[in-house]
């Protein structure tokens, strides 16, 4: 599955070597510190229940949701869009309905672009992204993840996270929580749509393990659109004692994907399965292959917790993509090694006879890529064009307290100091170094008038230095580096959740002031720019669910969102609306459940307004109102079988779009991907 990985055995060696580390620690604990006598608390947890998260996010002053599983287990539940589907701010899209899945929180990150840009991804806590800032969700078995915890905006400061979106922290099973030893599902559908997994737990003593597997194959909606990947994720846990344990996680898989290309709006409308000539010529596509090794060991005392984590991803990678005078792209590989880790400590006893919980970390990431760039003649690699080799730090100490100063009514501070490196060194380009440093610093109070209701309010500073991908261009001439400041945000959200009988919700009103905001723009005189810093924008919205349970059987569950994202007397856009994202955003499900297992849950996405697809706001994405139906039957033995419809009415509309700076200087605004039609999903398991 895996290729080429025998000559990266230095960056195994020193994988295992931490690991050994990790261990040789836990064995000193288990034997020489002095022994930790624990009443009334549970044995230390790396992957924590979901009730327990749940109880401590009905206290946390700052914008997070938890996500749970049960609606992606009983649909496609193939792609993030299937498991984060209710979750207000975070928008989710695919360029072709399939992998290649792009999120953005509260207007962060570059939609156009393959990875993502502007969320922290961590898998129980352990960062996933490169150290340049991008990540490929591609990596994770969404299969594995047990429940995911959702922060929006600084609240990504508990994980070292140095972006203006948030994080999106996925715990994932362990041997000893999965509901049944052994699962399998298979399911298939449209467009040639078929996957098969399974999962596996076992725990016996100290030990446990976790192993799970995937299959997936898509020939697509639109031409020249076909996919598959395999995917494998295991973890070993070893309890030493109540208060110490170990776990070892490994996770590889490969991807292979065609890409077809953005249309016009016209040429949408027109046929939206179609893709231009010079996609399939070019044998447009994206390869990778990838193995990620983790270690995170946790010691808890009575009222505290100590963990250490470490990690190394290795990826090589090919994307064929456009090569004429205009877009001289061409085929990119790269071999890249990432390393990095984590120690935080979290103290929950009373400070002054009154509740208090105190978080301090440090996260250290550090990044090693060699790239090469080559035409692209008719699918087949050329002439070499470029090579580079890059390397990125980032070391991230943060602390945060929430103190219960009287009763119910708590404040909240916390403080994050960043220092960034940013190394490329290429023959054409010469050498370029560039040095970020930020502290940010955030305020902010709460009051739980009843259980598990809360109101809070709070004010923060976040910080994003430019990735690799945005500090380059590629012209007519070949690569350039462009020197950039890193994007720089202060944000004042007020909010609210909780529940009063059958109704529960979560509301969030936010402004952020944003300075050097990262965008791909034209100057006043309309010459492309590519992407530079925008000096001046602002970011405001409403992000609200809300769900309604008539009976034990009956639930109707809403999410609206308010996107305003704008310039703010920009000399080439004035206030203008920032392209690429809708601005009125609702969805809703009504779901029923029948007598002895059966439901069956109606939904709709209604994107009510059009939105801006340039940044001139002289192009616009149309409205769409999306109609579909989920139905199954989940039996107390263990089978299931599940039934989807997406898109009833076959509508056409735009999934995403690529902004661009001005359509009226473009004489090609194939910006659109389109969604996929009409489209029928089904599936059976088998839990025991």
Known sequence: MIKNLTHRGKGLALASGVFSFLLLISG????????????????????????????????????????????????????????????????????????????????????????????????????INQADGEAYLQDLDLNSVKFAEVYRGADAFRFGGITLGGSINFITYTGRDLPSPF???????????????????????PWDLYAAGIDHTLEGFRDWSQENYQKFAASLGYRLNDSMQNRFYVFLGRLDQNNPSSLTKEAMNANPQQTEPESVQEKWNTYWAYLRLMDRFVIQGQDWTLQLGAYWNYRQFQERQEF?????????????????????????????????????????????????WYANTNGSNGPLLEADWTAATNFTLYAENQHYVWGRFSILTGLQAVAVGRKFVSPQMGNHDEQFYALNPKLGVAYEWVDHNLAYVNFSRSFQPPSFDEALSVTSTGQMFNYLEAQKAWTIEIGSRGELGPLTWDVALYHSWLRDELLNLNNAQGVPLGTVNAPRTMHQGVEAEVEMRFTSKL?????????????????????????????????????????????????????????????????????????????????????????????????????????IADARQSTDNDSFNPANGRAFYGGIGWSW
Do not use: C
Not at 38 to 66: C, K, M, N, W
Not at 337 to 356: K, Q
């Open 28 to 127: 000193i604990a288990q034997n020489e510190f002095p022994t930790v006598v624990v009443v009334g608390h549970p044995p230390a947890e790396i992957s924590p229940d979901l009730a327990t998260q749940q109880s401590l996010f009905s206290r946390y002053a700052g914008a997070a949701t938890i996500v749970e599983p049960g609606d992606f287990t009983l649909s496609r539940g193939s792609y993030l869009s299937d498991y984060i589907r209710f979750v207000p701010g975070v928008l989710v899209t695919a360029a072709q309905g399939s992998e290649d899945t792009q999120i953005s929180i509260r207007g962060s990150g570059n939609l156009e672009n393959d990875t993502i840009a502007g969320t922290e991804l961590v898998v129980d806590g352990i960062p």
């Open 183 to 205: 699962n399998i599902r298979l399911s298939g559908g449209s467009f040639g749509f078929t996957e098969q997994s399974f999962q596996v737990g076992w725990a016996s003593g």
């Open 324 to 372: 004429d005078e205009d877009t001289p792209l061409g085929t990119q590989k790269f071999w890249s090694d990432d390393f990095g880790g984590d120690i935080a400590f979290t103290s929950t006893g009373d400070l002054f006879n009154a509740h208090n919980r105190f978080t301090v970390g440090f996260v250290p990431t550090v990044e090693f890529e060699s790239d090469s």
């Open 555 to 659: 639930k109707f569950t809403q999410a609206f969102v308010w996107n305003n994202f704008q310039f703010v007397r920009n000399p080439a856009y004035g206030n203008n609306t920032i392209a690429g994202q809708p601005i009125y955003l609702y969805k809703a499900e009504l779901r029923y459940e029948l007598a002895k297992g059966f439901y069956v849950a109606p939904n709709v996405e209604w994107n009510m307004v059009n939105y801006p697809v340039d940044e001139a706001n002289t192009l616009w994405a149309d409205p769409y109102r999306v109609f579909g139906v989920r139905a199954g039957y989940k039996s107390p033995k263990g089978f299931e079988v599940f039934l989807e419809a997406k898109n009833l009415t076959n509508k056409t509309y735009a999934a995403s779009v690529e902004a």
